[in-house]
């Protein structure tokens, strides 16, 4: 690449297009027209004389070359953000943490503390099924189900999540199924002895209908376990044991609003998983 010929703005939108995989979320962010930012990338890659995306009708995905670039913009914009986005003059820095329904549902009762022990950060939880692109920085933190391979991210164990059966009472054998590629739902679809007496499409309100006794729901332990009104009916389903990892930029973890945001939900997470055991 010429570092001469490329225009720094045009690289920051690059970033963004590249995180958001196309330009609709990249103009939300940038509050660029996605025909501008359209423009823009186009002048880019004349600039710099290399194809930087593949475009589809789906979106945006980075070319090899692409990649590459994104590797060392990401790498500059990392050294120069901390002056700007840090808690210098008073400002505070957006801390991104993304996570499935059910472990953001728990962390909720541990976010005071977090905030408490991180005045620096402005927290924003990000409930999500997909996992956010973390190397993109769609999130700045990540709880994920499994170790991540992709090298740039650094990674921590923090337990082992479990899953059960649960219900207000042993004599309800239908169950509640959701309508989601989650593994556990994965599971109640597979099972051909299962019988079926509704289906959502949204974790909370399958739990709502399972308070009401209206079937049998499976849930990580650490919510079922904690719910007064629900008994564990099935056993652990130990197919659906994963090991649950906190993941994050291995540049933006040595950002001290991202380091306190990542210690405290650290040892939350674990008070979650050791309560379940």
């Not at 010429?2 to 330009?23: I, P, Q, T």
């Not at 290399?50 to 500059?76: C, M, N, W």
């Not at 994920?144 to 207000?168: D, H, M, W």
């Amino acid at each position: 690449m010429s570092e001469m010929k490329a225009d720094w703005n045009d690289l920051k939108f690059f970033l963004s297009v590249a995180r958001h995989n196309g330009l609709s979320g990249a103009a939300r962010q940038t509050g660029m027209s996605p025909a501008t930012l359209g423009r823009r990338m186009q002048a880019l890659e004349r600039a710099t004389g290399i194809e930087i995306f593949y475009r589809h009708a789906r979106g945006y995905d980075l070319t090899e070359q692409g990649e590459a670039l994104f590797a060392r913009v990401s790498a500059l914009d990392a050294e120069v953000r901390p002056l700007f986005s840090d808690n210098v003059g008073g400002r505070k820095t957006l801390v991104k943490l993304s996570g499935g329904h059910w472990t953001l549902h728990a962390l909720a009762a541990h976010v005071p503390n977090i905030s408490k022990a991180a005045p620096d950060a402005i927290l924003r939880l990000i409930s999500a099924t997909d996992q956010m692109k973390i190397n993109h920085r769609e999130a700045v933190i990540g709880i994920r189900n499994q170790r991540p391979e992709k090298i740039g991210l650094a990674c921590r164990r923090v337990g082992t999540v479990s899953f059960a059966g649960y219900a207000t009472n042993a004599e309800i054998k239908g169950w509640i199924r959701l309508a989601s590629k989650a593994p556990s739902a994965q599971w109640l679809a597979a099972k051909d002895d299962a019988k079926i007496v509704i289906e959502v499409n949204a974790p909370r309100l399958a739990l709502d209908l399972a308070l009401q006794g209206i079937g049998r729901i499976v849930l990580p332990c650490f919510i079922g376990d904690l719910m007064p009104k629900l008994v564990k009916v099935h056993p652990k389903i130990m197919e659906l044991n994963h090991e649950q990892w906190l993941v994050s930029h291995d540049e933006d973890r040595f950002i001290p609003a991202v380091r306190q945001v990542l210690d405290q939900t650290y040892s939350a997470l674990s008070s979650i998983l050791e309560a379940s055991t």
